[in-house]
């Protein structure tokens, strides 16, 4: 079947430390993939996106690539701030269904001064 | 631009009392409405999705509906409510202009059920 699967957290980071958040998926087909951002008590926001093998996402410093031959779109960040605290989410949709979103259970980051 | 909405932003219910969970898009037409649950700490599960007006896929049995009898309009309901139904209730919305569109989520309602 189709899923993604994120590395536990939480990570704990001091600030202007790198960050690395691991994803690999497994899915029918050639999924596009995403990574989503949940600040405290609020919804999920898109913070980047990549729809093909080798694709490099890339927003606010942050940044993931396509890796086909890995199954994987790791999110990094090569110096993190107090403000990137959040739970950060991978998702996949694959061509036969685009109706439907499939979502890693989330990983905790904490970015202490 | 588009924007989604939700309400109210917190709730708070008896067991066994009913519920209306209502979300609104605006700046887009006959988009895919979701509806998704997220317990505390813990990741997102997919309760409803509609792909059209009147189109209600469930994803989970539970005491739980969605009916969404407008293009831009998506509401959960319950009739009596069970404690383990506490939770952040997510509501997301999805364009189908091209096929690998992201989903874009409302503010979220906290519910919690005493």
């Known amino acids: 079947g189709n899923s993604v699967t994120q590395m536990e957290g939480p990570v704990t980071l001091s600030e202007e430390a790198f960050l690395t958040i691991n994803c690999t998926y497994t899915?029918?087909?050639?999924?596009?993939l995403f990574w989503y951002v949940q600040y405290p008590g609020e919804g999920l926001q898109l913070l980047l996106k990549?729809?093909?093998?080798?694709d490099k996402g890339s927003n606010k410093g942050f940044e993931a690539t396509y890796r086909k031959e890995t199954t994987s779109f790791h999110l990094e960040k090569g110096s993190v701030q107090v403000s990137d605290s959040a739970v950060y989410f991978c998702?996949?949709?694959?061509?036969?269904?685009?109706?439907?979103?499939?979502f890693g259970s989330g990983t905790k980051l904490n970015v202490k001064p | 631009s588009q924007t989604i909405h939700q309400w109210p932003a917190t709730l708070v219910q008896p067991v066994g009392s009913p519920l209306s969970l209502e979300c609104t898009v605006e700046?887009?037409?006959?988009?895919?409405l979701y509806w998704y649950r997220q317990a505390a700490g813990r990741g997102l599960q997919l309760l409803f999705y509609?792909?059209?007006?009147?189109?209600i896929s469930s994803e989970v049995p539970q005491n739980l509906s969605a009916s969404r009898p407008q293009d831009r309009q998506f509401i959960l309901s319950s009739k009596k409510l069970l404690l383990s139904d506490s939770g952040f209730y997510l509501c997301?919305?999805?364009?189908?202009?091209?096929?690998?569109?992201?989903?874009?989520f409302g503010d979220g309602t906290r519910l919690s059920i005493l």
């Open positions: 997301a919305w999805r364009g189908k202009e091209y096929s690998n569109q992201p989903q874009h």
């Open positions: 899915a029918t087909g050639y999924p596009s």
């Open positions: 990549a729809t093909k093998a080798d």
């Open positions: 998702a996949l949709i694959i061509p036969i269904n685009f109706n439907k979103f499939y």
């Open positions: 700046g887009t037409s006959n988009p895919n």
């Open positions: 509609s792909v059209g007006i009147g189109q």
